[in-house]
């Protein structure tokens, strides 16, 4: 074999390029571990931005890449889009967008169009019930405000035999929606509402105890918005592992003996797959949960887990509203940031 013996003056001739590798690799490593934290945070922050709102919703390709995950502007796609998902063996939430509304009348024009929503649900006849956001019903106004629109929605909603969830949104509410949910649920009667608990924040722990003793209806996810380290964890380990200790104390023995009907929201297999393992331990049939997933996000998995006999409900979102939510989703991964940007340049 031909061996071209190393020299000191080739091993000279080598180094700037040794040099050059090793920082790309490093930098590669610290733009990898780091960048999608910073990336997530600054997503978050302008999902928030009125000035990032008017320059992304005005650029039409935009909403091009934001109906992946949209079923489209008007109650009728909506309901179109609950159907096509219900052929398939999935149900539905639809979620009219609107959130942070700043004026009584947007908030009870938000109420008349999810009025107009449960109509529609009723009369065509699909798989699906409504999701709301208690600041687009005007709590960030005035909690009456938002408790009056939420008891219209769920008494018309409970004339239909539906239901309405309660999303949860950033950490500063969720004492008013635990309360207002309180009132409506054991104040008055309506055993058609239900709440979302968030992994990530360090109260779920207590707030899933009370849960539980009230026999709720709840949604699990890990949670959404941009939170201090003093209210949420952090690191996505322990939010996964809050995520998968929660689960298991809301599909409990105890939990379902008192009527707690848990939806698991999430697009990670391996909360998926831990939630089945307990299950499946615990001999828990599959009728006893929900697995849940946002619309345009993982379709084949959904469709996989109907087919394995899971109840699977897809998150419908529709409206004009759509750009804090479609923020949200670009920062939850950034692949989707990805597929926005080579979009945005291809237009
Ligand atoms: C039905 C539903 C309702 C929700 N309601 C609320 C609410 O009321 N309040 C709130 O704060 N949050 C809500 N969320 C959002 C939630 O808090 C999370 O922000 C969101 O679900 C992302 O977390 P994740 O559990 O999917 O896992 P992540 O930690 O975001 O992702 C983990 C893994 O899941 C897989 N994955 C995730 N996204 C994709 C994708 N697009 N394609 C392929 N694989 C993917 C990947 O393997 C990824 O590594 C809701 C989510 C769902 C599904």
Not at 186 to 194: L, P, Q
Not at 213 to 226: F, M
Request: aromatic share 12%; with cysteine.
């Amino acid at each position: 074999m031909n061996k071209t013996p190393v020299t000191a003056t080739s091993r000279t001739r080598q180094t700037p390029g040794l040099f050059f590798l090793l920082s790309a690799a490093i930098t590669g490593y610290v733009f990898y571990r780091y960048s999608e934290g910073w990336l997530r945070s600054l997503l978050l922050s302008l999902s928030r931005s009125t000035w990032a709102r008017r320059m992304v919703t005005s650029f039409g390709p935009a909403w091009r890449v934001a109906s992946r995950f949209i079923a489209g502007e008007s109650v009728e796609e909506a309901i179109a889009v609950a159907g096509q998902l219900n052929a398939k063996g999935l149900k539905v939430a639809l979620d009219y967008l609107g959130e942070s509304v700043t004026q009584a009348e947007e908030a009870n024009a938000a109420r008349d169009q999810i009025l107009l929503l449960l109509d529609r649900i009723h009369e065509s006849g699909v798989d699906a019930y409504v999701s709301v956001k208690l600041s687009q019903l005007g709590v960030k106004i005035a909690e009456n405000l938002a408790l009056e629109n939420l008891r219209a929605l769920l008494t018309r909603a409970r004339s239909y035999g539906l239901r309405v969830r309660i999303d949860m949104e950033e950490s500063a509410l969720v004492d008013t929606t635990f309360d207002i949910y309180r009132r409506l649920r054991h104040g008055e009667g309506f055993d058609n509402v239900g709440v979302v608990i968030q992994a990530y924040l360090y109260r779920s722990e207590e707030d899933v105890r009370w849960l539980i003793e009230e026999g709720a209806w709840v949604r699990l996810v890990k949670g959404a918005y941009k939170e201090p380290p003093t209210v949420a964890y952090a690191r996505k380990a322990d939010t996964d592992a809050a995520f998968i200790r929660l689960a298991e104390q809301l599909l409990s023995e105890q939990a379902r003996s008192r009527g707690v009907h848990l939806a698991v929201a999430t697009h990670d297999d391996a909360m998926i797959r831990a939630v089945q393992r307990y299950a499946k331990m615990h001999h828990i049939p599959q009728d006893a949960y929900e697995f849940q997933l946002l619309y345009g996000i993982r379709r084949e998995r959904q469709e996989q887990l109907a087919s394995q006999g899971y109840c699977v409900r897809i998150y419908v979102p529709y409206g004009t509203a759509w750009y804090p939510y479609f923020m949200r989703r670009l920062a939850e991964r950034p692949a989707n940031l990805w597929f926005f940007v080579t979009n945005f340049f291809r237009a």
